[in-house]
């Protein structure tokens, strides 16, 4: 069984480009969830994906936007990044009805 | 609208003696609750969750959790710790429909001392 996967690992950007980063969901798993770490926080729920569409926002702007394929994986995109998008990206992969999420290793985001 | 309080942002105990992490919770409904450890630049791992069933939640490498209803708390223990659990912890609380998302603590950072 493959757990869930991130890519890439670290990355840099400077502000106002855009960003995107990519998971794989664990196999068998069809819903996907971000989550955003700030450095010393806890991770604050971006959104989450079912069947292809957004299901459920948390208090995020608008330039946080994201995909899911028919494969399950998923895109997080961010636009006009901005110093403070700086944080861990989480993805994390369940099935629609059962309420445990499992984590992949995520994403460590700076913006210059 | 549901919350999770962790209670001591730092813990330090010194090896084989007991870890106690805080927990507190607000929310509406019987909530699911969860224990999840983070290793530095690693992802988070379940340690464990309770969704109503027994109240004494038993996790893996050894901890375990009370879910207490009349305090609205949800304390992680271990009887002994050792230097691996050096990590952060954190407590969630997970919506019981919709999108089940989860709504984290800010954690407690615990140092084991040899």
């Known amino acids: 069984e493959t757990g869930v996967t991130q890519s890439p690992t670290h990355l840099i950007k400077t502000r106002g480009q855009q960003v995107t980063l990519r998971c794989s969901s664990q196999s068998g798993h069809n819903t996907v969830s971000w989550y955003q770490q700030a450095l010393g926080q806890g991770p604050q729920f971006i959104f989450q994906?079912?069947?292809?569409?957004?299901?459920g926002r948390g208090n995020f702007p608008p330039r946080f936007s994201g995909l899911q394929f028919p494969n399950y994986s998923s895109e997080l995109n961010v636009n006009a990044l901005e110093l403070d998008d700086s944080a861990l990206y989480l993805c994390?992969?369940?099935?629609?009805?059962?309420?445990?999420?499992?984590f992949g290793p995520g994403t460590r985001l700076t913006v210059l | 609208a549901q919350s999770v309080t962790q209670l001591d942002s730092h813990v330090s105990v010194s090896e084989g003696t007991p870890v106690l992490l805080r927990c507190n919770y607000s929310s509406s409904y019987s909530p699911s609750l969860f224990w999840y450890v983070q290793h530095p630049n690693k992802g988070l791992q379940l340690l464990l969750k309770y969704t109503s069933a027994a109240t004494l939640v038993k996790g893996i490498n050894g901890f375990e959790a009370e879910f207490k209803k009349s305090e609205t708390s949800f304390h992680l223990t271990k009887p002994s710790a050792h230097m691996s659990d050096a990590a952060e912890y954190f407590c969630?609380?997970?919506?019981?429909?919709?999108?089940?998302?989860?709504?984290f603590g800010t954690g407690t950072r615990l140092k084991v001392l040899a």
């Open positions: 994906y079912y069947r292809e569409e957004e299901n």
């Open positions: 994390a992969s369940s099935l629609f009805t059962n309420n445990e999420q499992f």
């Open positions: 969630v609380v997970s919506e019981s429909s919709g999108t089940y998302k989860y709504i």
